[in-house]
């Protein structure tokens, strides 16, 4: 079958077996391999991207489901050549350390702060709660989003 849908703010048509995951369309066709198998099963999170901006493990989604829906990859944060903020904070923070979550950790935020550019500690540890990390323990990667929740941003209010 052929499928087609937006990806990182660009239209792409590819052919695909019926029963495709997205994270294989991603990975394997598309060529995007910032989106990382962990389990195969829903349970790490190192596979979120966003689909209509919402987060979702794409080693879950069947492909077929994203026809003509938009898609958000971690190479989709960067601007220009230019790492977004909360690239930039999780690196100055100390959030990456092996790097696998990172890309999931990444999107489950980026999902967050679309919707909840104020999050409280609490909503943030809840926002990547599906996300697991053998190496952080957490707290840089919380620090590391709440930062950015903190700046000022263009569209958004200052509190």
Known sequence: MRLTTTVNGTEVSVEIAADARLLDVLRESLGLLGTKEGCAAGECGACTVLVDGLA?????????????????????????????????????????????????M???????????????????????AGNLC?????EAIIDAIEAVAAQPRPGHAAD
């Not at 026809?67 to 909360?86: F, K, N, P, Y």
């Not at 999107?107 to 926002?127: F, V």
């Not at 053998?134 to 957490?138: A, W």
């Open 56 to 104: 979702v493990n794409a080693c879950l989604v069947p492909a077929a489901q994203v026809q003509g829906r938009g898609i958000r990859t971690v190479e989709g944060l960067a601007r220009h050549g230019a790492h977004d903020a909360l690239q930039r904070r999780f690196v100055a923070s100390g959030a990456i350390q092996c790097g696998f979550c990172t890309p999931g």
């Open 106 to 128: 990444l999107m489950s935020a980026t999902a967050l702060l679309e919707r909840n550019a104020t999050p409280t500690r609490a909503q943030i540890a809840e926002a990547i």
């Open 134 to 138: 053998r190496c952080t323990g957490y």
